[in-house]
């Protein structure tokens, strides 16, 4: 369970460099909990607003490395 906070300032892109940047800091600010319970008393504790999103872990294509070089590739092989 990952807590992110929202932007409270939009990001700017700097005239010199070209780089984005931002003077708020809590965007730099991820807080890892073990349970969506911790994460939920966390935030109640201390007055911040949350809502909660169930991500599904991605799904792995299982590849050998024998199949790069397979006839019935997806893609063409090209050097």
Same mark, same amino acid.
């Given at each position: 369970?990952?807590?992110? !906070? $929202?932007?409270?300032?939009?990001? $700017? *892109?700097?005239?010199?460099?070209?780089?984005?940047? /931002?003077?708020?800091?809590?965007?730099?600010? %991820?807080?890892?909990? $073990?349970? &969506? $319970?911790?994460?939920?008393?966390?935030?109640?504790? %201390?007055? *911040?607003?949350?809502? *909660?999103? %169930? /991500? +599904?872990?991605?799904? +792995? +294509? &299982?590849?050998? !490395?024998?199949?790069?070089?397979?006839?019935?590739?997806?893609?063409?092989?090209?050097?």
């Amino acid at each position: 369970m990952v807590l992110d !906070y $929202e932007p409270e300032q939009p990001r $700017e *892109i700097e005239p010199l460099m070209g780089w984005t940047s /931002s003077g708020d800091m809590r965007q730099q600010v %991820h807080l890892r909990f $073990e349970t &969506v $319970e911790e994460a939920t008393a966390y935030c109640e504790r %201390h007055g *911040i607003a949350y809502q *909660i999103f %169930h /991500s +599904r872990p991605p799904a +792995r +294509r &299982v590849m050998s !490395y024998a199949d790069n070089f397979a006839f019935s590739r997806r893609d063409p092989w090209t050097h």
